[in-house]
């Protein structure tokens, strides 16, 4: 466990709020037990000479309720790794599988559907829409999964409240700080209850001070309704927040740190020369 676990005041989601899988009808957990699986996972961009193998035969599970940081040096397949285990992008080899459900067969629709209800983005820069308030930007991906699928309001409200929005909710983004811009992000990313949260840098545009907020956010919602996070990050402290540090190097798993200090993956990376 992080030595950041359960840091961080605010408010509590409560483990009466914990992820109900949706439906009700998947088998519990302990008969799925990864939220993500990664088998065997190669990727090449490109073709011919150009060719690059981003992902060279990954293997990595995520058990529920866990906080994964995937580190390693520049072009090292992190941001390829989170596309295709996301479902962004396609493997050329392996297996891929979210909730324990193999994202090979899937179409194009079915991707976009599951991307959709179950799986939660968040990005470096926000990716906020300008001209909708915080409160429609969290709601956007319920309106957007149709008529079929109800804003669970109560959710919505404590999911306001334990990123300390409630106050803020009718501003639009450019009435926000850059740190309260990814609060709405990360509000919206949870709004469908995903199965899985991915972040991308979600730190790596704000200062420290808001980049600590949205560290503990994420790590309270692991600790307290037990969500499953993905972070890409180059910053050690960030990585520090993480229960555990899976550290890629020319698009292979070199390694993995478990609750490991800022300082101990500084050096670790170092040693790669990153
Ligand atoms: N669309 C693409 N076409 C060709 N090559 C690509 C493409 N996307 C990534 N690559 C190459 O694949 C390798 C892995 O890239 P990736 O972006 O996954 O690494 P990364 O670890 O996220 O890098 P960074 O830390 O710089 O963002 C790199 O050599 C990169 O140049």
């Known amino acids: 466990m992080s030595e950041h676990a359960g840091a961080g005041a605010g408010h509590h989601l409560g483990r009466a709020a914990q992820h109900q899988p949706r439906g009700g009808t998947e088998p519990p957990p302990a008969e799925r037990p990864w939220a993500v ?4 996972v190669r990727k090449v961009h490109g073709s ?7 992902l060279d035969g990954v293997t990595a599970q995520l058990p529920y309720g866990t906080f994964t940081a995937v580190m390693g040096p520049s072009g090292s ?3 390829t790794f989170l ?30 559907v ?20 915080a409160e429609q930007n969290i709601t956007l991906p319920v309106r957007l999964a149709g008529r079929h699928t109800r804003l669970d309001r109560p959710w919505l409200e404590r999911l306001l409240d334990y990123t300390g929005l409630t106050e803020r909710r009718r501003h639009r983004p450019t009435e926000l700080s850059g740190g309260q811009q990814q609060r ?14 991915f972040a991308d840098e979600p730190t790596g545009a704000l200062d420290t001070t808001s980049a600590r907020k949205v560290l503990e956010l994420l790590r309270n919602l692991v600790d307290d309704v037990g969500q499953t996070v993905l972070m890409v990050t180059h910053d050690p402290v960030a ?15 070199t390694g993995t740190l478990d609750g490991a200090s800022a300082g101990t993956i500084a050096e670790h ?3 790669l020369g990153a």
């Open 37 to 40: 699986r990664l088998d065997d």
């Open 48 to 54: 011919g000479r150009s060719a690059v193998t981003a």
């Open 77 to 79: 397949g992190k941001s």
């Open 83 to 112: 596309h295709c285990a996301s479902g962004l992008d396609r493997p050329d080899h392996g297996t891929i599988e979210i909730g324990g459900r193999d994202l090979g067969p899937l179409g194009e629709r079915e991707l976009t």
């Open 114 to 133: 599951l991307r959709r209800e179950r799986i939660g983005f968040v990005f470096q820069g926000f990716n906020l829409l300008p001209a909708l308030t």
């Open 184 to 197: 709405v992000a990360i509000a919206r990313a949870l709004i469908t209850r995903p199965e899985v949260v």
């Open 239 to 253: 990585a520090s927040y993480a229960d555990a540090v899976l550290i890629l190097a020319d698009g292979k798993v």
């Open 269 to 271: 990376m170092a040693r």
